[in-house]
């Protein structure tokens, strides 16, 4: 073994090998000599590209940070909560988990469902080096969970937090569930990989919402099966966070299987989003649906990478991709990168992206109706990113996660 | 009410002048038809009344009240009164028609140092409106003129207007795109609110809208300037011989 750097570590790299040096796991020593040898991913790497890693990651605090300040969470809808406070389970009894669910802490596999294939896979070999906790749930078949879940992430004091959950939903079952993040002030960090699988004919609504302070970098990913005639709606509302990386890979293995996502993201100042998708259409007759909102200020940075592979028994695909974007500065920035694999040739697939400012002539019909200019830009700015969260599947949230992207737009807009 | 003197303007963009010296007098009360062919400068007209930053004024002025407006930003104008119907009303997917009226309403209201609506009192009062121009409240969920036909983008606009009770209310060829029947419901809307105290500039291509509102004066635009005036008598005259004569007569 080389016991020399191949090349020179930044700060956040050299914080990051010293963390994975105290891990007593095995694979937290491999995971640290290939960052010693190769650094972290840089935008030479094809999935990095938009997200330079290396540069990006200023920090790695110490993976047992002191828990002790106040971390607000805005009220969303009356759920079960289950609380990680710094990477420890604080809040939320398994046993008493609503009725056709239930769960132990979790640990033992952590490998992501059957059929999902990550390349470039950082965020998983660090998570699964130095993740020390997380649970693991399971829906009964047949069974319909009335009560949301929650799964709340909160990190203070300057700590980093990593953890894996596995999430397992029956033949039949319903479930909602919450996944949700928010920081202190100090300088944090996130690493989260959960693995869902959803069983055969179950109906999943699954929220990924970040509100996370502005020195909090989050890597996460969520690693998805869908069964037969599973159906899914994933929704993502990114709102903050200092460098976020929101991983999505679905294996579309079941013939009927549905999955829609929606998502938005906003950037605010200093803050660099990056949304990146992979969906393996592996069955025929599956359908999937992607609709991004983002609006970008200030000198933030937003990336959406979309990938599409549809494979060659997978007949009669449906899959589309949208991701529209408001840049309301100059100095703020978005790259989108849709990518389409596709080897049937019974499928439909489409993809879109666009960048835009604020229509003049929306501006001035309001305007000219008496709303002053300040106003009328806010009404046309969210009435642009709401659009996407109108309609859900659970349609409690909607109000909920509207209300949310209206409070950001009046402290950010 | 209006007195518009020597008006030039012309396209920010490219220079390019449209109105040469338009000079117009609308008494309070009064409903003016402003017709004239394609090109002649009417919907500018209605464009620097209503304050767009697409247009640049280089010489004369707009007196509304006795005071120049020409400093005003567009919601300011609003808020003092001038209401413009538009051609084309906008569609904004994602504004829904009610929260629009309410946000419109009240910032007048604000503006003008009146409180604003309760809820309950908007809803009663747009309801009434709404019910006059058979407009269902249906429609005023959905987002503001999004997918609205035709007909329904016109009544929206005169349910607006009737809302926002303006002392002057400029029309930009409202009766384009809308059938017979549809011409009357909107006609009846604005005939509703004519009145001593509101004034209104009805820009028109054709005589047809003006026999359901019927003007008090009728004035030829062409070439960025009024050419002709007169009574109501001047637009059958127009519809009978076309432009070519009242033209040929002033040229």
Redesign the interface.
């Known amino acids: 073994m080389n016991t020399h750097p191949n090349i020179t570590l930044t700060a956040g790299e050299t914080a990051l090998v010293e963390a994975l040096g105290a891990s007593a796991n095995p694979a937290a020593a491999v995971t640290a000599e290939k960052i010693r040898a190769r650094g972290l991913p840089t935008r030479r790497v094809e999935p990095w590209h938009y997200t330079d890693l290396r540069s990006l990651l200023k920090a790695f605090p110490g993976v047992e940070g002191e828990w002790g300040a106040q971390v607000d969470l805005p009220q969303l809808i009356d759920s079960f909560v289950i609380t990680f406070a710094n990477g420890s389970h604080v809040e939320g009894e398994l046993a008493n988990l609503p009725e056709g669910i239930s769960g132990t802490a979790s640990n033992s596999d952590m490998a992501p469902p059957e059929g999902v294939v990550i390349e470039a896979d950082t965020i998983g070999d660090i998570n699964r080096a130095l993740s020390a906790n997380g649970v693991s749930l399971t829906v009964a078949d047949r069974a319909k969970v009335a009560k949301p879940v929650s799964l709340v992430h909160l990190a203070a004091g300057g700590a980093s937090q990593v953890l894996t959950h596995q999430v397992v939903v029956g033949e039949d079952a319903e479930a909602v569930f919450l996944d949700r993040n928010h920081s202190s002030v100090e300088e944090n960090h996130q690493n989260i990989v959960t693995n869902l699988a959803v069983g055969r004919n179950a109906k999943v609504t699954w929220l990924v919402d970040q509100e996370l302070d502005t020195a909090t970098d989050r890597l996460a990913q969520l690693n998805v099966h869908l069964a037969e005639g599973a159906d899914l709606q994933l929704l993502i509302l990114n709102a903050g966070g200092r460098l976020v990386r929101q991983e999505v890979h679905v294996a579309v293995r079941g013939a009927g299987a549905n999955l829609d996502i929606k998502g938005v993201n906003l950037i605010g100042k200093d803050a660099h989003i990056d949304v990146t998708t992979t969906l393996a259409h592996e069955e025929p007759e599956t359908t999937s649906t992607e609709t991004f909102r983002n609006v970008a200020l200030a000198d933030g940075n937003g990336v959406f990478q979309g990938q599409i592979r549809v494979a060659r028994i997978a007949q009669k695909t449906d899959a589309r991709m949208a991701c529209n974007t408001l840049l309301l500065s100059d100095a703020a920035d978005f790259s989108a990168k849709p990518e389409l694999e596709i080897f049937a040739d019974d499928v439909q697939c489409a993809h879109g992206a666009t960048v835009t400012d604020i229509?003049?002539?929306?501006l001035?019909?309001?305007?000219?109706?008496?709303?002053?200019?300040r106003?009328?830009r806010a009404?046309?700015v969210?009435?642009?990113v709401?659009?996407v969260f109108e309609d859900l599947d659970y349609e409690a949230l909607s109000e909920v996660l509207t209300t949310r992207i209206e409070n950001w737009l009046d402290r950010n807009g | 009410m209006l007195e518009i003197k020597n008006l030039h303007a012309r396209i920010a963009e490219d220079g390019t002048e449209i109105l040469k010296g338009v000079n117009l007098t609308v008494k309070d009360g009064e409903v003016a038809a402003i017709m004239g062919p394609n090109g002649s400068g009417k919907s500018t007209l209605s464009y620097v009344m209503a304050g767009k930053e697409d247009y640049e004024v280089t010489e004369g002025d707009i007196l509304f009240n006795g005071q120049s407006i020409l400093e005003l930003e567009p919601d300011e104008r609003a808020a003092a009164g001038i209401f413009l119907a538009f051609q084309y009303p906008v569609e904004i997917p994602g504004v829904p028609t009610m929260n629009f009226l309410k946000a419109a309403m009240n910032s007048q209201r604000k503006a003008r140092g009146e409180e604003e609506m309760k809820t309950p009192d908007f809803i009663k009062t747009v309801r009434g409106a709404a019910e006059k121009l058979g407009i269902s409240m249906d429609m005023l969920k959905r987002s503001l003129n999004t997918g609205f036909s035709g007909g329904e983008k016109k009544r929206a606009e005169i349910l607006q207007m009737s809302l926002l009770d303006p002392k002057l209310c400029v029309m930009d060829e409202t009766d384009s795109g809308l059938d017979i029947d549809a011409l009357k419901v909107v006609s009846e809307g604005v005939n509703a609110l004519r009145g001593p105290d509101r004034s209104f500039l009805v820009i028109t291509h054709y005589q047809r809208l003006l026999e359901h509102i019927v003007p008090d004066t009728v004035h030829v635009l062409y070439k960025g300037r009024i050419i002709k005036s007169g009574d109501k008598s001047l637009a059958l005259h127009l519809e009978e011989n076309g432009y070519a004569d009242v033209i040929g007569e002033a040229a």
Do not use: M, S, T
Not at chain 1, 364 to 373: H, S, V
């Open positions: 229509e003049e002539d929306h001035f019909y309001l305007r000219a109706r008496g709303i002053p200019e106003e009328a009404l046309l969210k009435a642009f709401e659009e």
